[in-house]
Antibody, heavy 118, light 106 residues
Framework: QVRLVQSAAEVKKPGASVKVSCKAS????????IHWVRQAPGQRPEWMGW????????KYSQNFQGRLTITWDTSANTAYLELSSLTYEDTAVYYC???????????WGQGTLVTVSS | DIQMTQSPSTLSASVGDRVTITCRAS??????LAWYQQKPGTAPKLLIY???TLETGVPSRFSGSGSGTEFTLTISGLQPDDFASYYC????????FGQGTKLEIK
């Protein structure tokens, strides 16, 4: 059974950074890319980027270039998202999601709420 | 970037109804389109991919069609569990989502 378990909610001040983890189980971690998608309150999901654990290829949405870092710890079956220079507009639920073949998302983490507040 | 536009934004219907949600892409995406269902406080759930392929375990009352720039999601015989928000997502040039359609009980 595929499971993606994310880290707990975070509260950060403007200008800070946040790191969210996504631990995978139930499948061979390096065979399937992990994508990150965020959803601000009442808004549509927004794609952020992805990592291929097999070849460590990474791609970021241009909307986050320079602020977003996605990494991968194969030994821990865990992917990470780090977002820096946070603003109030970064308040959202951040999801990791697995890609089975083409980039549609067949399994999702439970989401991590990141709140940016002074 | 490819823009995705759904209509309607809100849809009121009754149990047993047949409803259709439309998704339009700003340029042709062939059939590289997925549909998701989302309930409050939970992650989206994959319903359909490649415009019309039903994900394993999804009831057959859900169906998808379309290609190019216009797509539809149809739910035939609404069940109480179907009242939720629905999003389309293109993955021709990864990735972007529609703004969502909230399906409400009439």
């Amino acid at each position: 059974q595929v499971r993606l378990v994310q880290s707990a909610a975070e509260v950060k001040k403007p200008g800070a950074s946040v790191k969210v983890s996504c631990k995978a189980s139930g499948y061979t971690f390096t065979n399937y890319p992990i994508h990150w998608v965020r959803q601000a309150p009442g808004q549509r999901p927004e794609w952020m980027g992805w990592i291929n654990g097999g070849n460590h290829h990474i791609k970021y949405s241009q909307n986050f270039q320079g602020r977003l870092t996605i990494t991968w710890d194969t030994s821990a079956n865990t992917a990470y998202l780090e977002l820096s220079s946070l603003t109030y507009e970064d308040t959202a639920v951040y999801y990791c999601a697995r890609v089975r073949s083409y980039p549609y998302f067949d399994s999702w983490g439970q989401g991590t709420l990141v709140t940016v507040s002074s | 970037d490819i823009q995705m536009t759904q209509s309607p934004s809100t849809l009121s219907a009754s149990v047993g109804d047949r409803v259709t949600i439309t998704c339009r892409a700003s340029q042709s995406i062939s059939t590289w389109l997925a549909w998701y269902q989302q309930k409050p406080g939970t992650a989206p759930k994959l319903l359909i991919y490649k415009a019309s392929t039903l994900e394993t375990g999804v009831p057959s009352r859900f169906s998808g069609s379309g290609s190019g720039t216009e797509f539809t999601l149809t739910i035939s015989g609404l069940q109480p569990d179907d009242f939720a928000s629905y999003y389309c997502q293109q993955y021709d040039h990864c990735c972007s989502f529609g703004q969502g359609t909230k399906l409400e009980i009439k």
